[in-house]
């Protein structure tokens, strides 16, 4: 299977991010997208945050009511063997290239989108979302391929 973007999404700050069908990235991330913390989310090294589709659908497998754009991502990605991801690694999203920077820690504002609230459940190495610096700017769509470099 060919990996590709399944989702993105962008709010005007906070959780739940809410889908869009496409967006401009630049060096900060999407045009338009905000963040309720800026002190903790969001900047160069932090631009985009990169979520598993396939994670995710494990976790409501689980029983947990998380949903693409829930857990605060812009970019949920199917497709990606998502527990071989390293800081640096760089990835295509269509023609936009982003860098791996870190991994993105769970805090409580995603408490919603677990039972009982227990956001700790996603620090579990593999299934963590990914923040990422943006290498070559660009427009992303949903369907376009994603390609680890």
């Not at 390293?86 to 295509?92: E, M, P, V, W, Y």
């Not at 700017?137 to 994603?146: E, I, K, L, N, S």
């Amino acid at each position: 299977m060919t990996a590709r973007i399944f989702q993105l999404s962008s709010s005007r700050g906070g959780v739940p991010k809410h889908s869009v069908p496409e967006a401009e990235v630049g060096e900060l991330g999407f045009a338009g997208d905000e963040h309720a913390h800026p002190k903790i989310h969001g900047g160069p090294e932090r631009a985009l945050c990169l979520f598993s589709l396939d994670v995710i659908e494990k976790l409501q497998r689980e029983g947990h009511p998380i949903y693409p754009g829930s857990t605060g991502e812009n970019v949920t990605i199917a497709g990606l063997d998502w527990s071989a991801l390293t800081a640096g690694t760089r990835i295509a999203l269509g023609d936009v290239l982003v860098e791996l920077t870190r991994t993105a820690d769970p805090c409580k504002q995603i408490a919603a989108s677990f039972l009982e609230r227990n956001h700790k459940r996603l620090d579990v190495l593999g299934e963590m979302r990914w923040y990422c610096r943006v290498v070559r700017g660009g427009v992303v769509r949903v369907a376009m391929p994603v390609r680890v470099l």
